[in-house]
């Protein structure tokens, strides 16, 4: 069974980045699609962005294009989320997912992470 771990998060200020990482264990890591979910007090959790199992294809939401980058490192069984120009409407608890294949959709994200807090200050 694969678990993930996701660390890199902590306080910035508005427009600042921050680079989240998820640490797979297990060997089968690079046959998992993987996503970045968030979730904001109050709110549902909403997707970010995910890749596919190569690195290949991503699928971005429309607030993290142009500003999000989803990389990942089979070779470290490791995925990554560069954030750029935050904005204090994305203090949520990031989550890092695993899922059979590519998707937008939580429900289809059979491995989740205990998330990491990201909190953007105005």
């Known amino acids: 069974q694969v678990q993930l771990a996701e660390s890199g998060g902590g306080l910035v200020q508005a427009g600042g980045s921050l680079r989240l990482s998820c640490a797979a264990s297990?060997?089968?890591?690079?046959?998992?699609?993987m996503g970045w979910f968030r979730q904001a007090p109050g709110k549902e959790r909403e997707f970010v962005v995910a890749?596919?199992?190569?690195?290949?294809?991503?699928y971005y939401a429309d607030s993290a294009k142009g500003r999000f980058t989803i990389s990942r490192d089979n070779a470290k069984n490791t995925v990554y989320l560069q954030m750029n120009s935050l904005s204090p409407e994305e203090t949520a608890v990031y989550y890092c997912?695993?899922?059979?294949?590519?998707?937008?959709?939580?429900?289809?994200?059979?491995?989740w992470g205990q998330g990491t807090q990201v909190t953007v200050s105005s």
């Open positions: 997912a695993g899922a059979i294949a590519t998707s937008m959709r939580a429900r289809e994200y059979d491995l």
């Open positions: 890749i596919n199992w190569s690195g290949g294809i991503t």
């Open positions: 297990g060997r089968t890591f690079s046959s998992y699609a």
